[in-house]
């Protein structure tokens, strides 16, 4: 069965902190993998995606991947208040037009 | 509005009825698809599809379930006969046509609420 694993929290970081959330995913034929932002009550909204190997950053947000150990990453930096959400990490399992998703990881930021 | 648009936002049905959910996707997105996220549980994707075509249907129950896209309109998805276990947030998603990865941004989601 194809999965995606997320630790589901809550991940509680300090105002300013690196946060870091991380996602498995079980099919070795996955190809694009993305990052989305959930609020309570609210829509997913799309932050990142990545298919190569490597770090991809965009802003605060840096993903990261590593498709040998079948991991994938999202670092914020100088996280603030606004950045508490649930993360979903997604994984394109049907060649460009299923996500499966993860149960998402909470995060909280502290002042 | 240039985004994906959903409606209703919120959908109250008894037992035995039936919901229709329609989706527009975002302008110049031609590939819809559909998620469900039952309470305290992750999203699952139910159907892709692009005009007038079903694309995949493997998420989409067997039974009292259907969805179409046709050539004119937004994307409907139907659920006949409701039941209580069908009370959940029903999200359309949007991409655009060729050359993956398919970025899928969601729309703001119909509440499903069955009594």
């Known amino acids: 069965q194809k999965e995606v694993e997320q630790n589901s929290g809550p991940l509680s970081v300090p105002e300013g902190a690196i946060a870091s959330l991380n996602c498995t995913y079980s099919d070795r034929g996955s190809q694009s993998f993305f990052w989305y932002r959930q609020y309570s009550g609210k829509s997913p909204e799309l932050i990142m995606f990545?298919?190569?190997?490597g770090d991809k950053e965009d802003g605060r947000f840096t993903a990261q991947l590593n498709k040998a150990s079948q991991y994938v990453s999202l670092l914020i930096r100088d996280s603030q208040p606004s950045d508490s959400a649930t993360y979903l990490c997604a994984v394109d399992t049907g060649g460009g037009n299923k996500l499966t998703f993860g149960t998402g990881t909470q995060l909280k930021v502290e002042l | 509005n240039a985004g994906v648009m959903q409606n209703p936002r919120h959908l109250v049905r008894r037992r035995g009825q039936e919901a229709r959910l329609r989706c527009s996707p975002m302008?110049?997105?031609?590939?819809v698809y559909w998620y469900r996220q039952l309470p305290e549980e992750g999203l699952k994707f139910m159907v892709y599809?692009?005009?007038?075509?079903?694309?995949?249907e493997s998420g989409m129950p067997k039974e009292r379930f259907s969805a179409e896209f046709p050539k004119e309109g937004p994307s409907i998805l139907r659920i006949q006969q409701v039941v209580r276990g069908d009370s959940a947030a029903y999200f359309c998603?949007?991409?655009?046509?060729?050359?993956?990865?398919?970025?899928?941004?969601f729309g703001p989601g119909t509440r499903l609420t069955v009594t």
């Open positions: 302008k110049g997105h031609s590939h």
């Open positions: 599809l692009q005009k007038e075509n079903i694309i995949d």
């Open positions: 998603a949007s991409s655009k046509a060729g050359g993956a990865p398919y970025e899928q941004y």
């Open positions: 990545i298919y190569s190997n």
